[in-house]
């Protein structure tokens, strides 16, 4: 075994450094101009839903999301809301959020359906944003009533 130089240190110090970064990369980042919506300190990726094509399709016939995706309900007011998991195959957490961003009600752990009649997910106040994510999220955030969410990249109108 050869001894160390003092030149080498360095060199050596850079390959460590070099191979810890490898092995933990870094948290994903949403590419300039994605709406993003940030809750309890996570950031999510949102797909915008703001017309009611866009609101009644929303996440059906999707088998799978990122686990740092999600899509936003946005409507022009505040009302009591009601969803459904129709043709949406994969389990959500359904969160609603007052005009003031404010979280109102939360559904959790909504299993998909496939077949008629499926059952409806109420909120329990009137909501004007809704963001669904997968099932466990929430839990995982440890999301209470009143909790602030907060968006960047939204498209102008929706806010």
Not at 71 to 94: G, Y
Not at 129 to 145: S, T
Not at 146 to 156: E, Q, V
Request: glycine content about 6%; charged content about 15%; overall charge neutral.
């Amino acid at each position: 075994m050869r001894p160390l130089s003092w030149l080498s240190i360095p060199i050596v110090a850079a390959t460590l450094a070099c191979a810890a970064c490898a092995a933990a990369p870094p948290a994903p980042v949403a590419p300039a101009g994605t709406p993003t919506a940030v809750l309890n300190g996570h950031r999510f990726s949102v797909e915008i839903a703001d017309t009611p094509a866009q609101r009644e399709h929303g996440l059906m016939d999707r088998t799978s999301m990122p686990g740092d995706h999600g899509m936003l309900f946005v409507f022009p007011d505040a009302e009591p809301r009601t969803f459904w998991m129709k043709n949406t195959l994969i389990p959500l957490d359904i969160l609603y959020f007052d005009n003031a961003r404010r979280l109102v009600s939360v559904q959790e752990d909504v299993p998909p359906c496939r077949a008629d009649p499926c059952p409806v997910y109420p909120s329990i106040a009137p909501a004007r944003y809704v963001l669904e994510l997968n099932a466990g999220v929430a839990a995982k955030l440890g999301v209470r009533r009143g909790d602030a969410i907060t968006f960047s990249g939204l498209p102008s109108g929706t806010q």
